[in-house]
């Protein structure tokens, strides 16, 4: 009802299980995929991985009652760019699915207090290393952007900061998630947050 009231936003389907995902995306092609958890045969953390494999997979928000450090991280190493708690108030669930269209991240402030947390904790030294590495292949330009990803930078601020155009920083973003094979933006900032360089 909060998605279908709004103008700009369709409602192409639905599935009552992580299973019926894959046909209802093959059939319907959505931009957005807002995806529960909790489902009764496949969650939504396995739909998420398996969709986000998929060429021209759409972008997906995980929306649950469950902010537990495990699905948070899951969820975005899986590929989706917003994770939602179901108590977020409609407008803001709206604003999500807009944004995320738009390719940029969405997380809800309780979730994001808790990855910075994550992030901030000590990580093993192999696991830091591991993201290091990936990053070094990067050029300069390049760098900069993930990093500036990595504070969590929408696009338009990268572009001012850089001295760019926006258009050249989606070429950017395009290019870095080509290089470190990763599927969004989200992907990158975990990446330069492993690194320790956020």
Same mark, same amino acid.
């Given at each position: 009802m909060i998605l279908s009231g709004a103008d700009d936003i369709a409602v192409v389907g639905e599935a009552a299980d992580g299973s019926e995902v894959p046909a209802a995306v093959a059939t319907h092609r959505p931009d957005v995929v807002l995806? /529960?958890?909790?489902?009764?045969?496949? /969650?939504g953390l396995a739909a998420t991985e398996s969709l986000r494999r998929r060429p021209s997979a759409p972008?997906?928000?995980v929306l649950t009652?469950?902010?537990? /450090?495990e699905f948070v991280l899951r969820a +975005?190493?899986?590929g989706a760019s917003g994770f939602l708690l179901k108590d977020t108030p409609p407008v803001e669930i709206l604003h999500a699915v807009r944004r995320v269209a738009q390719g940029e991240a969405m997380l809800s402030p309780a979730v994001t207090r808790r990855l910075i947390a994550h992030v901030a904790a000590p990580e093993a030294n192999?696991?830091?290393?591991?993201? +290091?590495?990936? +990053?070094e292949g990067l050029s300069e330009r390049e760098r900069e952007v993930a990093l500036l990803l990595g504070q969590g930078r929408a696009n338009a601020e990268i572009a001012t900061e850089l001295f760019m155009s926006v258009a050249t920083v989606k070429a950017h973003v395009s290019r870095l998630l080509v290089k470190l094979n990763l599927n969004n933006r989200v992907q990158i900032a975990l990446l330069v947050h492993d690194a320790g360089l956020a």
């Open positions: 995806m /529960d958890i909790r489902m009764p045969r496949v /969650d972008e997906v928000i009652t469950f902010d537990a /450090d +975005l190493r899986a192999g696991g830091r290393q591991q993201a +290091l590495s990936a +990053l």
